[in-house]
């Protein structure tokens, strides 16, 4: 079983690598994907924030 900062570590992470991945799907043709990492990224950010991260040290647009 994971611990509450392992889980926190892992999503932290893995919303930087999302958002790089959506910057390189900003296309008329991909529009679907992009509103899929979209929606990965703010559920992450949501989980992240009811864990009680501190707001700065949540991933971002821009950050990565």
Do not use: W
């Not at 949501?46 to 040290?57: A, K, Y």
């Not at 991933?59 to 990565?64: A, I, L, R, S």
Request: proline fraction near 3%; hydrophobic fraction near 35%.
């Amino acid at each position: 079983m994971k611990t509450n900062e392992e889980i926190i570590d892992y999503l932290i992470a893995d919303t930087h690598e999302l958002i790089g991945t959506r910057e390189h799907f900003v296309t008329d043709d991909l529009d679907g994907f992009y509103d899929y990492l979209s929606g990965i990224i703010e559920r992450s950010q949501t989980i992240l924030r009811m864990m009680g991260v501190p707001e700065d040290q949540i991933p971002q647009n821009g950050d990565c």
